[in-house]
T-cell receptor, first 110, second 110 residues
């Protein structure tokens, strides 16, 4: 059974629209993260949460907003989408430092 | 700044040959985690290795913290080992975030 679920697997959006990427983890971890992998770039850290509180934010844009409604959920809301936002977005969790990744959501912005 | 340098960028082997992948990381980073990225994109954690040597089947990871380097050795390679191998080092900055290398694209020919 998958321990970290990300939905949807693929997402196509139009420029200017808003989307929410879903992440749920069933590993019992208290820390959750979002990473982004754009074409020809290394995976890059975006956010970290611990006990549902934002710990670190490395995104320059306020268009990216994580949302934690439950201890094991960390969704990512992206507003005013741009073609440059096209990437695969990975959710991860850890306890305490070894990180486990979800399968990713591949977002394409047209 | 925080950097992880991974080499080689690509590697082609004949089945049965051994592979050695390297990562060097800057002084502000600690520990090392190795991942295999499947062709479909999902990441599988191979090793969390803060220091020393760890073994798992045909894989061996060695991290020498004082020298800021880590290696992943694959023995008796198989075609199913083909894919991208990523190393990531940890940065403690309010939370624990991973800084990724650019990856090694491994191709094992039959």
């Amino acid at each position: 059974d998958p321990k970290i679920i990300q939905k949807p697997k693929y997402l196509v959006a139009v420029t200017g629209s808003e989307k929410i990427l879903i992440c749920e983890q069933y590993l019992g971890h208290n820390a959750m993260y979002w990473y982004r992998q754009s074409a020809k770039k290394p995976l890059e850290f975006m956010f970290s949460y611990s006990y549902q509180k934002l710990m670190d934010n490395q995104t320059a844009s306020s268009r990216f907003q994580p949302q934690s409604s439950k201890k094991n959920h960390l969704d990512l809301q992206i507003t005013a989408l741009k073609p440059d936002d096209s990437a695969t977005y990975f959710c991860a969790s850890s306890h305490p430092t070894e990180q486990y990744f979800g399968p990713g959501t591949r977002l394409t912005v047209l | 700044g925080q950097q992880v340098q991974q080499s080689p960028a690509s590697l082609v082997l004949q089945e049965g040959e051994n592979a050695e992948l390297q990562c060097n990381f800057s002084t502000s980073l600690n520990s090392m985690q190795w991942f295999y990225q499947r062709p479909g994109g999902s990441l599988v954690s191979l090793f969390y290795n803060p220091s020393g040597t760890k073994h798992s089947g045909r894989l061996t990871s060695t991290t020498v913290i004082k020298e800021r380097r880590s290696s992943l050795h694959i023995s008796s390679s198989q075609t199913t080992d083909s894919g991208t191998y990523l190393c990531a080092s940890g940065l403690s900055s309010g939370s624990w975030q991973l800084i990724f290398g650019s990856g090694t694209q491994l191709t094992v020919m039959p």
